[in-house]
């Protein structure tokens, strides 16, 4: 068990997260700076084989209190629950083995897991609370005592064409005008600028992140609480190969952004955040921000692109696909 905030990265936890395709929300640095004066602590767990990293798992703990408390959870001081989460990520459950685990292994460390945990964390921990499971994934976590029920679900949407022009040919007529129209509307504004880029040094990581915190809280569910991303979580991303940025500015003012996570099969549109109209903020970036990152996916040759929760029904609209997901609850006397 790891505490990124303080603990070195491990040998191998690199090399496992390229062998297996893991997207930039999984490196080290970008966990531990996730972090940086938040009420969410994450631990993080590594599976060997011998001294072969062959599984991770990633989580916050937080406290049983409010949620917009700044101060973090206090292990053996008060009531917490583990998070199995990362920030950021919406796609899929928070843990990952190689192909080479069996089925019944991964339950086994799972369970392990969880006692690991338990002594980390000590008598406050209440229980463990499992999001985004997809259904092919709940067998490893399911068991007696465990309380499992339907969350909103992931959206992903096969690339079959060889064009963007595919694409919005693909889609329904009011749509496919409609993207049509904003994207040119927002081609001939004369003091709108979009940017494009991996690895971007232009954009000021405390802006992005004053921004996703505003749009956030517009957003905030009250049963699934997260806590703002820092500036440092935007530094550790933005300047990154394997990061790509689309950016809105009038100016030098920083209108609206999208991150997304690089893949050569499968690319992930991450954290969209924009100022409203009446705060100086402009329609439709939005859309046209999915018309440059299906573009960019289809012409580098992905086969697949996810694009979180939320706007589902928006997003059935631009042809994704609805992913079923879970959130299961372990109280501690199931645990392990």
């Known amino acids: 068990?790891?505490?990124?905030?303080?603990?070195?990265?491990?040998?191998?936890?690199?090399?496992?997260?390229?062998?297996?395709?893991?997207?930039?929300?999984?490196?080290?640095?970008?966990?531990?700076?996730?972090?940086?004066?938040?009420?969410?602590?994450?631990?993080?767990?590594?599976?060997?084989?011998?001294?072969?990293?062959?599984?991770?798992?990633?989580?916050?703990?937080?406290?049983l209190r409010s949620a917009r408390t700044a101060r973090p959870a206090r292990p053996r001081r008060e009531p917490i629950v583990l998070d199995v989460r990362l920030p950021g990520h919406s796609n899929g459950p928070t843990w990952h083995f190689s192909d080479e685990v069996a089925p019944e292994t991964r339950r086994?460390?799972?369970?392990?897991?969880?006692?690991?945990?338990?002594?980390?964390?000590?008598?406050?921990?209440?229980?463990v609370l499992y999001r985004m499971v997809t259904e092919p994934r709940l067998p490893e976590i399911a068991?007696?005592?465990?309380?499992?029920?339907?969350?909103?679900?992931?959206?992903?949407?096969?690339?079959?064409?060889?064009?963007?022009?595919?694409?919005?040919?693909?889609l329904g007529k009011g749509r496919r005008t409609s993207l049509r129209g904003q994207s040119r509307k927002i081609a001939a504004a004369p003091d709108l600028e979009v940017r494009e880029g991996r690895a971007r040094?232009?954009?000021?990581?405390?802006?992005?992140a004053e921004l996703n915190r505003r749009?956030?809280?517009?957003?905030?569910?009250r049963l699934d609480p997260r806590a703002p991303l820092p500036a440092a979580y935007f530094a550790a991303l933005i300047r990154r190969q394997d990061v790509s940025v689309v950016s809105y500015h009038e100016g030098a003012r920083l209108l609206a952004f999208a991150l997304v996570y690089e893949h050569p099969d499968a690319p992930a549109y991450g954290p969209w955040a924009a100022?409203?109209?009446d705060e100086g903020g402009r329609k439709d970036l939005y859309f046209?921000?999915?018309?440059?990152?299906?573009?960019?996916?289809?012409?580098?040759?992905?086969?697949?692109?996810?694009?979180?929760?939320?706007?589902?029904?928006?997003?059935r609209t631009l042809g994704f696909e609805p992913v079923p997901m879970h959130v299961v609850a372990v109280p501690r006397w199931s645990m392990g």
């Open 108 to 127: 086994r460390l799972m369970r392990e897991f969880e006692r690991a945990a338990r002594r980390q964390l000590g008598w406050g921990l209440a229980g």
């Open 288 to 315: 046209d921000s999915y018309v440059r990152v299906v573009r960019r996916a289809v012409e580098h040759g992905g086969k697949r692109l996810f694009a979180g929760r939320g706007q589902a029904e928006v997003k």
């Open 1 to 63: 068990m790891l505490d990124p905030c303080s603990d070195p990265e491990p040998a191998g936890w690199e090399e496992f997260r390229l062998a297996e395709g893991l997207s930039a929300i999984w490196a080290y640095d970008v966990i531990a700076a996730s972090s940086l004066g938040s009420w969410a602590r994450p631990l993080l767990a590594v599976f060997r084989d011998g001294g072969r990293v062959v599984g991770v798992a990633g989580a916050v703990y937080v406290g």
């Open 201 to 208: 040094h232009d954009l000021d990581p405390e802006e992005l």
């Open 215 to 221: 749009h956030g809280e517009r957003l905030a569910a």
């Open 275 to 277: 100022l409203r109209p």
């Open 143 to 170: 068991r007696r005592g465990a309380i499992s029920r339907g969350s909103p679900g992931t959206a992903v949407m096969p690339l079959r064409w060889a064009s963007v022009d595919g694409w919005l040919a693909s």
